[in-house]
């Protein structure tokens, strides 16, 4: 027996955590020397003593109770398990503990050995950890905020630079167009050349106003129209053309969830989206790879959307681009949607690709995010919000352009080389045409026209006022007058979705002559709106 006092002794003396034995009654028969560091007392201030001696004031009343039903089912176990244990050392002060209980009968009565941690240290770090997690959290919604606010300050710039570019673009394409008809006159051969330098402008003019739209895309100032749509019925319609982008060498393969719920998009902006992901997938996997398109519907609940700057809670549609290729580091997708930012070689990409795709996804109320490490591939995750909005059918097919029957058209745009190009397009194809030069002037012309205004065809952004304002007050002269907007820079017609208002006609610039035509004849072919309230 006295060998197996001095093995419990040896062991209590040995144990890294303080060990207090207590008898049935709760009084201390046994410490060990880490008892003695951790609460202060000497062994002979502690044998004999009430437990209690170590329990904080606060819970020293309640502590008989816990201990007696302890001895009634005396099996180890964790205690403060979902509540916090303090340690009461000999100064008065506290400390974080954490207790193991067990018990063993020794013939004499229950003894309860209770293992006493001072786990300060531990709280102390898992706090440091939650207020580096914290910092860490803050710091990387501080930079999406740096990067969303980067982002919307080129937004407008690049908005800016494509409305004057596009008045430009007009002027440029309409007049090649009007020299390759008088060419088209000539003799063949000798104007051959002739023929062949118009075409080369027409088509850099067209590769321009492409560029612009692209502009405006990521501006979120381009028009869009859109229509309650399947992401599926989109993805199967412009497959082909993706595995004609990717080319043989990468494989693309689909993987639509069933029963999806419906987005609002414009669904030709929609396709854009593919159609860029899928070239800067290609462009990723030069040597051959894999591209997975995927769809799926998901709940973001609050927490998730607190963490991401633009990102709401709701039922959202997922669009997942997943490839193969080289992957990019944190710095260039810190950088991937910024306009003009590309890391292809000169004269082998706009960098204005992924800067679409982020202006149409926002434009339409979304979310995208970027995964990717180099030599791991990419995943670009696209959220767009769910609609309750049954399907829509597809537009009817463009009209044939049409002459004009002597029908008079206010003309107001204040740049005076695109001012001539389309009074010159309607006076040729059988329109009467006045001209303004701002929407006051506007206002004076058709206040002192003697007979009706038929339509009014207006620039959105001018000086002074707006192209809708001047509409306004021109429709309370002449409340018959039909109206139809053109600009290459809507936002002066669109609500605070970006989409074009109830109601209103407009035509994007550059335009062509054939282009304006149709449009002009479907404004003057369709009912008279109600002038806005």
Known sequence: MQFTDHLLVGLLEAAPDAMVCVDAGGRIVLVNAQTERLFGYGREELIGQPVEILVPDAIKAVHPAYRARYVADPQPRQMGAGAELTGRRRDGSTFPAEISLSAM??????????????????????????????????????????????????????????????????VISNYAAFVAEEVAKAPQEEWKSVREDIQQIERAAERAAGLTHQLLAFARRDVVQPRALSLNDVIEKVEQLLIRTLGEHVELSTDLAAGLARVLADPGQIEQVLINLAVNARDAMPAGGKLIVATAGTSIDANHAASRVGLGPGRYVSLKVSDTGTGMPQEVIE???????????????????????????????????????????????ILLPETSQAGQEQSPSPRSPERGAGEVVLVVEDEAAVRRVIRRILARNGYEVITAVNGLDAIEVAAGHPGNIDVLLTDVIMPQMLGKEAADRIR???????????????????????????????IEKPFTEASLLVKLREVLSAPLASAPG
């Not at 207020?131 to 800016?160: F, I, N, P, V, W």
């Open 105 to 170: 009968d020794t013939g004499e009565g229950i003894l309860v050995s209770a293992a006493v941690r001072d786990v300060t240290g531990r709280l102390e770090l898992q706090a440091d950890r939650e207020r580096l997690k914290t910092q860490s959290e803050r710091d990387r919604l501080d930079r999406q905020l740096h990067q969303s606010q980067r982002l919307e300050s080129l937004g407008q710039l690049a908005g800016g630079v494509a409305h004057d570019f596009n008045n430009l673009l007009a």
């Open 335 to 381: 950088r991937a949607f910024d306009p003009f930012f590309t890391t292809k070689a000169k004269g082998e990409g706009t960098g204005l690709g992924l800067a679409t795709v982020y202006g149409i996804v926002t434009q339409a109320g979304g979310y995208v995010q970027i995964y990717s490490e180099p030599g791991l591939g990419t995943t670009f995750t």
């Open 476 to 506: 309370a002269l002449h409340p018959a007058v039909k109206v139809l907007f053109m600009s290459g820079y809507a936002q002066g017609v669109l609500d605070n979705k970006g989409v074009l208002e109830a109601d209103l006609n407009l």
